[in-house]
């Protein structure tokens, strides 16, 4: 096992961050656009029920597809990939009730959601037959679930931050609302917990 510095683990925490942000970015139009805040200045195709599904190109699909995608670079477990459960242990490692909550919620849908990014997403196919283990991910998870999954990511990571920056602080209020967090998200994340990440109730704690 390779020992890290603090150094190291601050510089590599600090690039996550900047993906993560850029994530929350994708986000933040794929929300708008659901909710029209956001309207396109060029109409752009629009299906009319009539498309091919295996052909998904409005906008709400396009964003969805790169919102998904870019998710997965997140939660990515290949060795020299991002992924917030490692960055978040060498960050945090006295959190890891929390973390391993949310791993336990979102390390099933990885498989489906990698084929996903890599036939659909970011690398795309040439024929249907290639892209159509893509859409399994569709088959075996809603976009319910998806959505709520994407939520309590990216709540844990909010309240992690909101705790480092109390604890540097030493705000002891900040430093308990923080936790309340964690604890919320470990809760609902529990895999003996009832909450249903399939419906869409799930509201993110954090930013």
């Known amino acids: 096992m390779v020992t890290r510095t603090p150094e190291q683990i601050n510089e590599e925490f600090r690039l996550f961050m900047v993906r993560h942000m850029q994530f929350m970015n994708l986000w933040t139009v794929y929300r708008d656009f659901l909710s029209k805040r956001y309207i396109p200045s060029v109409p752009g195709y629009q299906d009319t029920g009539n498309a091919d599904w295996r052909t998904p190109a409005s906008f709400d699909a396009t964003l969805m597809f790169v919102l998904y995608s870019f998710f997965y670079s997140l939660v990515d477990q290949h060795e020299k990939g991002i992924n917030a459960f490692r960055i978040w242990r060498a960050k945090f490692p006295a959190e890891e ?9 979102i390390n099933p849908v990885i498989p489906d959601l990698k084929t996903f990014r890599h036939r659909l997403g ?5 024929t249907f037959n290639q892209q159509d283990a893509g859409f399994k991910l569709f088959g075996t998870n809603s976009g319910g ?18 705790l480092d920056m109390a604890r540097v602080a030493n705000d002891t209020e900040k430093i308990a609302d923080a936790r309340q967090k964690i604890d919320a998200v470990t809760a609902r994340c529990d895999k003996n917990s009832t909450a249903d990440f399939d419906s869409s109730d799930l509201e993110p704690l954090g930013v």
Request: charged content about 20%; hydrophobic content about 45%; some cysteine.
């Open 97 to 105: 009730k929390a973390i391993a909550a949310l791993e336990y919620r």
């Open 145 to 162: 679930k998806m959505l709520n999954l994407m939520k309590q990511y990216k709540s844990l990571n909010a309240a992690l931050c909101e």
């Open 122 to 126: 970011f690398h795309g196919s040439q």
